[in-house]
Nanobody, 121 residues
């Protein structure tokens, strides 16, 4: 059973920064960060595949950066210039192979439990 474990969430003031981590129990080709807001709406915000192709949602483009350390089976999300609307549960999703439309689909093989990020104004 593949496990995904997120960490790094917390409370921060607007304008601040946080770094999230998602560690998998094995190598996974497609890895994506989703954000679930307080209204329980979930959306893909950043994805990075095994050959280094990254995509971002418009809501985070230019502020967030997704990276991976394949040797550690870990994906990171560097979040800067945080806004109150960034508040939510950040959930990692991943699949062994290629995922089409990785920010739109929720058709991933594995999901983490999430780490909470709260941004105050």
């Amino acid at each position: 059973q593949v496990q995904l474990v997120e960490s790094g969430g917390g409370s921060v003031q607007a304008g601040g920064s946080l770094r999230l981590s998602c560690t998998a129990s094995r190598y996974l080709y497609s890895m994506t960060w989703f954000r679930q807001n307080p209204e329980n709406e979930r959306a893909g915000i950043a994805t990075l595949n095994g050959i280094g192709v990254a995509e971002y949602s418009d809501s985070v483009k230019g502020r967030f950066t997704v990276t991976r350390d394949s040797a550690k089976n870990t994906m990171y999300l560097e979040m800067a210039s945080l806004k109150p609307e960034d508040t939510g549960m950040y959930i990692c999703a991943a699949s062994l192979g290629t995922v089409l439309d990785p920010l739109i689909t929720d058709d991933y093989q594995f999901w983490g439990q999430g780490t909470q990020v709260t941004v105050s104004s």
